[in-house]
């Protein structure tokens, strides 16, 4: 049963996963949208999103949640896909879209509160950098799926523990430059 719920929140958060990821993934390529969101403005002194929070990564985050759910709706028709499905995937340009957004504008409200706060671009912000895409993500899907509370909790606390392990993952292969 656990593992079951857990499959299903995977499944669900992937437009979501892939979102939070394609900043990273495509950090080096179509260098002339690396413009910063927030283009230099400050509020009280200090920046309002940062440098990191590109064009670049909304653009591209939206358009691999987009893909993924795509995918998703394409797999729906074969009974495990079917199965471990939320939802009918009938709507995938909104799911993935809002998907997509939800999660990067999850990640920038951290990133405006972590500007705030005094921490530096990159830097960890435990238990935010976990969350903040997922809490987005949830929230702005939540017209479209309105999840029983038991696969929220089982979303967040999944989504945490994966976000840990691929951060880790990725520092040792040299892609992310922190653990966290």
Do not use: C
């Amino acid at each position: 049963m656990i593992f079951i719920l857990i499959v299903k929140a995977f499944y669900f958060m992937l437009p979501a996963y892939f979102a939070n990821m394609a900043p990273v993934i495509v950090k080096r390529l179509f260098k002339n949208l690396a413009i910063a969101i927030d283009s230099g403005r400050r509020f009280g002194n200090k920046p309002i999103l940062g440098s990191n929070k590109t064009w670049r990564g909304l653009v591209f985050g939206i358009i691999f949640a987009i893909v993924i759910s795509f995918l998703q709706f394409l797999f729906y028709n074969n009974n495990i896909f079917a199965e471990i499905s939320l939802v009918d995937y009938s709507n995938w340009l909104l799911f993935g879209f809002l998907m997509g957004f939800g999660a990067l504008l999850g990640d920038m409200t951290k990133s405006f509160f972590k500007r705030r706060l005094g921490y530096a671009p990159g830097k960890p912000f435990i238990p935010f950098d976990q969350l903040d895409f997922v809490v987005g993500a949830l929230l702005f899907t939540y017209p479209l799926v309105k999840l029983p509370i038991g696969l929220v909790i089982t979303t967040i606390l999944l989504s945490f523990f994966l976000d840990i392990a691929v951060n880790h993952i990725s520092y040792y292969l040299k892609i992310r430059n922190e653990k966290w």
